[in-house]
């Protein structure tokens, strides 16, 4: 149990095109989702928190209006990342929680999406 | 200084041999101390949590923290070739910010185990 699927895996786009990713949780309800980024050599930087139902907030140093998240629905997180740029190439991994008040540890990662930005 | 440090490695080992893996942190906050494997371009996937300090044994891995030094350890015995991943430590306190608690990650050790 507990898998967190993302598609796509890889995307490759334009500078100025926008990019949508997604986020799943396959078999359980994920109440809070987390998008991190995470460039070559670097750590996970968390990007953001969304929960269900509510707006998505974004750690210090993320633009919210460039990288929208939308948590629609208990099994699904989406991350638009709006006007691409060369800079925004990164691996993008989200990882989702069951539910609230659950330790920190208890979030399942997704195998994230490489995006590339020509 | 970073809140979570982690030497990047790269760090070759022989089959069989005793892997120390360690990060140190300043943040004496943390309560939670994970340790993640990466395979190359996947998610990362949960080995080892201790909470405070203390160590902790699951088959061929170790985990001690030890928080008066602001530091931790994964220890994997015999290593094997399948072993060879990034290993990411994180670290997270007690701190509620509306029922979430943020994991703040270390750089990642890439080991490799060969045969």
């Known amino acids: 149990g507990a898998v967190v699927s993302q598609h796509p895996s890889r995307v490759i786009c334009k500078s100025g095109t926008s990019v949508k990713i997604e986020c799943r949780s396959l078999?359980?309800?994920?109440?809070?989702m987390f998008w991190y980024r995470q460039f070559p050599k670097q750590s996970l930087m968390l990007m953001a928190t969304s929960n269900e139902g509510s707006k998505a907030t974004y750690e210090q140093g993320v633009e919210k209006d460039k990288f929208l998240i939308n948590h629609a629905s208990l099994t699904l997180s989406t991350l638009t990342v709006t006007s691409a740029h060369p800079e925004d190439s990164s691996f993008y991994i989200c990882s989702a929680r069951r539910g609230l008040n659950i330790l920190s540890y208890e979030q399942y990662f997704g195998p994230g999406t490489r995006l590339t930005v020509t | 200084q970073k809140e979570v440090e982690q030497d990047p490695g790269p760090l070759s080992v022989p089959e069989g041999a005793i892997v120390s893996l360690n990060c140190t942190y300043s943040?004496?906050?943390?309560?939670?101390f994970m340790w993640y494997r990466q395979y190359s371009r996947k998610g990362p996937e949960l080995l080892m949590y201790t909470y405070s300090s203390g160590n902790k044994e699951d088959g061929r891995f170790t985990a001690q923290v030890d928080k008066s030094s602001k530091y931790i350890s994964l220890f994997i015995r015999d290593s094997q070739p399948s072993d060879s991943a990034t290993y990411l430590c994180?670290?997270?306190?007690?701190?509620?910010?509306?029922?979430?608690?943020?994991?703040?990650f270390g750089k990642g050790t890439k080991l490799t185990v060969n045969p």
């Open positions: 994180a670290m997270s306190g007690t701190e509620h910010q509306g029922g979430s608690e943020k994991l703040v």
């Open positions: 078999d359980f309800q994920a109440t809070t």
């Open positions: 943040n004496s906050a943390f309560q939670y």
